[in-house]
Structures are given as C-alpha cells and as structure tokens.
C-alpha cells in the first residue's frame, strides 16, 4: 500500500486554474493544462469512454495508464468535486458522469458533509470533514490493500504533502506558463530530501517528475 | 545575433536565492542549485581555472559548453554583480576574480555608475543606468555579429523577457524546492507563444527547457 499523488501542473507551478465562469468550468487554462494527457489512448478510452483505440501511446501514456492501475481508494477536495462551483445543488455529482472513471472509494473531504452517493462502474462519493490524516486512515481501510490515491487539488494534494503522508508525488509538467492559479509547491522547501527524485521527459514535451520514498 | 539567457532554477522556480549572509555570500541553497552544472568539465574548466579535465560530460557539459559559445558582449544587473552585497566597495570587481569567465564586454545595469573596469582575460566590466532596450543596444555594438547574453539575476531577466528581446530561453531545472528567492515565472503568463518549446533530461536529472524563436 502506498499513498499516490499525481498531478499536472504548469512550468510555473500551477495545478489548479482559477479563471473558470459558469459557463466555462474549467476555464481556458485547464484544457491546455492537460491536452497531452487527454491526448492519450488511456485516458481517451477510461474518461473519455472512446473505445476506438486512438490516441497517443508513448511516454504520456505509460503515466497515465499507470494513473489508474492498482488503486484502491481517492481522497480529493471539494473544490475538485466542483462543489466551489455548484454549493447550491444537493443533486451535483461531480464531473465525470454517471460512471466516473475512479471505479473505487472516493472520499471527498468538505466542511459541509452529504449522504455518500454510489454511481456507476464501482465509483461511491463519501463526503467527510476530518483531518487528512484521519481521511487517509478511512480511506486505507476500504482499499483493499492497494493505493490510495491524492487526486486534488493543489492546496489539498499540499495538505498531505506537508503532512508527511505521500509515499509518491509524480507532477506533469507542461511546458506552458498559467500565470495564475493555484501553486503546487508553495511552503514546500526541502521537500525533496525524504525521497528519491526522477525526471523524464516524454515526446510530447511534457517533463515527468517522480519524487518516491 | 541572439539575445539569450541561461538559467538555473528549482522546481518551485526561483532562480536567484536571498539567503546569502555577508559570510556566505552565495548562502547554502546556490551550491544546491547549480551543483550539476558546477560539476561538468566545461565549467570546471572555465569558472574555476581546473585543467585536469576532470567533471562530468553528459548532457548538462553540453549545456555549459555552449553557454559560453559564441558571445559577444553580456549585460548583468547590479544583484549578479555584487553591488547589493558591497555598496560601499568602490573597488568591488565582481565574484569570478581577477580573470571572470566572461573574456567580453560586461554590461553592468546599476543606477550609481562607476569607472569601467578592465579585467585580465578580456572582461570589461562597464556600469551603466539604462533601460533593457538601450543596454541591448550598447551590448550589440561591441559584440561583433556575437550573440549578446543577458546573465541575469532572475529579476533583470525577467525584465528582457518582458520587453520581447529575448530570442533563446534556456533554464536548466534543479528537481529541488528552495522555497524562497526571487522566482523566474512570475508575470510572465502566454510566454511560451512566441517560442518553440523544447525540453530534455539530463543524466543528473537536471530538465533543461529551450524557449527558441
């Protein structure tokens, strides 16, 4: 069991955008965050629900197969689950549609809980407001024995980061410059020295980064 | 000709550290910062006079190598320069000694002016109180048909890349999070629109990333 995060973000650091409207969001910025990710057979075939085959199949591939193997349970925030977005609506149930590609456990940390939903293809949102250590520990017990997985965003996957609880953070860097958003690495000095850190860089331009203890 | 600049910088982007102290002139995070760089033959060689032949010969000596190819002239703000750190030194000639790795005209950016300075080697260090465009243009002229290399700190390079002068961005990225210093990216979102974007991994792990027109 070890505990994922895998994140894209900008030249300058940023994981999460912040210029989305109502009728945009993700805003502009988010496409173009990840396009050489969403480019990917991978990820065409597991979000985008294309099953034609198309799609890249090089380096940008391999970490995004790698994305969904042998995970056993997600903790992400409410901002990601969109709940910044839609605070209103009792009925929103995040982004991905009626079969979201997690396929586990996801566990959405907010201040204002909700009855757990269950979609799917084997994907349940459970909503808790608790500490990450203690959503890790709710997390670890439903997994399995397989990863549990930080999906984001930026300030949450900097909680657990800062908390010491991150077996394995791989950031994909696109070589784009967002100028705003949400930074990564903020308050992370010396980060590096709990772990082993490997670069590649795929075809697409993308700069791969694993930090892994 | 081209404007060029030639950086390092961490992960979290920052590419001048202010952790120096009057002791440590450089602080601890420099030498963590440009430590790969400082172990390649080329820049054993040309920064600290060592003819053994000793250093690496990957893909960051390729690098230093070809910082030093083909320039003309070189502009540096008053920070680089040490004229932060000595204000009150009126004979203060720089950190590279009596013979600077530069061997051209050194364009020093400094609102107090002082005598140019001839070193041994070839380096001239003169100080002038200028705008980007203007110290461009004084460099150009004693270059030779040489590319013409804004060195840096981070801030005056910022400022050349904000001017559009810049044909050739080249940042070597130390898989380190510093924390603090001046940050590189700041205020410079879209840039990649003018450039072709090239990146490549080097031995040490360093990520070199191209900006070219």
Known sequence: ????????????????????????????????LVAAYAATRTFRERVFKDTSGKGTTGIDDRYASDYFANIGAEIMGAGMFGLHNFPDDPDWRGWWGEEPPFRVPVFVLTHKPRPSTEMAGGTVFHFINTTPADALRQAVAVADGKDVRIGGGASVARDFLKAGLVDRLHVAITPILLGRGIRLWDDLRGLEAGYMVKTETAESGIVHIIFER
Chains 1, 2 share one sequence.
């Open 1 to 32: 069991m070890a505990v994922r995060i895998d994140l894209n973000i900008s030249l300058d650091g940023f994981a999460t955008t912040t210029d989305q409207t109502p009728e945009k969001p993700f805003g502009e910025d988010w496409p173009r």
